[in-house]
């Protein structure tokens, strides 16, 4: 069984309001995005059961600017109600024109729900959108553009599923490989211009804005950043993988115990890092030469 491979992304419109309110905007963009999944699946028209649904939220672009958007790794296919697999009938999954509308129908929805009942702090740039008209003119623009949902080429197989998991859903805003240089006053990286054919450029910015960009990438304390949805959510979903498995005629796994793996090994096969090379020359693996020891310092003066 393929799965497939969707993004939805929130208008940079909507980025001050997160910032101010991150746990509620980013509960909004999750619940959106599964309800429009699963509302597809379950329609006749394209699947007519239930799906398996784990979306990924993501905050950042390449330039640590604030992107919101999640990933959605979706079931090639849905359960129907009398047990069959149903498989897509049109060479895809769902249309993405029509995901798109039906995900901004849904999150404005919500958002206005959100407005009403108060739930939303208001302050500095987002401070005008206590009053009505200014709301009213916000959610006028927001519903005239149309907003990104991208499906991308589904998994190869179970292999590359496990291995987007293990990867791509653990990223953060800036890995190591990425930074070039760092002072008291600059911050130098690495990104790729997806503007400009993804050419891979250098940025520069001042240790201040560089913090600040980081930061609003820091999620609430206790946000999981990880859902399950459908088949895959945690109620019932061991008995609803089981029927999946019958309908599909696939065995469950067995689960054969293993030696622990290796921290050489682990960052090998999720980061194709080798952590024994030299991360400036890249030469053959690095050997140890001695101990620097911790020099002792005398008492303070």
Partial sequence: ?????????????????????????????????????????????????????????????????????????????????????????????????????????????????????????LAGSTADLADAGSRAALFAALRAQPWVVYAKRPFAGPGQVLQYLGRYTHRIALTNSRL??????????????????????????????????????????????????????NRGKHHKLAQARAALNVPRPELVPTAPETIEAFWLRVAQLDIHQCPHCASAPMRRIGVLLPRAQGPPR
């Fill in 1 to 121: 069984m393929p799965y497939f491979h969707v993004v939805f992304t929130l208008p940079h419109t909507l980025n001050a309001l997160a910032q101010g309110n991150p746990r509620v905007i980013y509960r909004l963009l999750f619940d959106a995005a599964a309800r429009t999944l699963l509302e597809f699946g379950e329609n006749p028209r394209w699947l007519g059961g239930e799906i398996g649904a784990t979306v990924v939220l993501h905050t950042w672009g390449q330039n640590l600017n604030q992107h919101l958007h999640v990933h959605a790794l979706v079931s090639g296919g849905a359960l129907g109600r009398d047990g069959r697999w149903i498989h897509p009938r049109r060479g895809f999954l769902f249309p993405v024109k029509a995901l798109s509308q039906v995900f901004r129908g849904k999150f404005l929805a919500a958002l206005k729900r959100a407005f009403d009942a108060g739930a939303l702090a």
């Fill in 180 to 233: 070039v240089s760092l002072d008291d006053e600059m911050v130098r990286f690495r990104y790729q211009d997806y503007a400009c054919g993804n050419r891979r450029k250098t940025m520069s910015l001042e240790a201040q804005e560089f913090i600040r960009r980081y930061l609003t990438h820091v999620l609430p304390h206790g946000f999981m950043r990880i859902r399950h949805y459908g088949l895959n959510g």
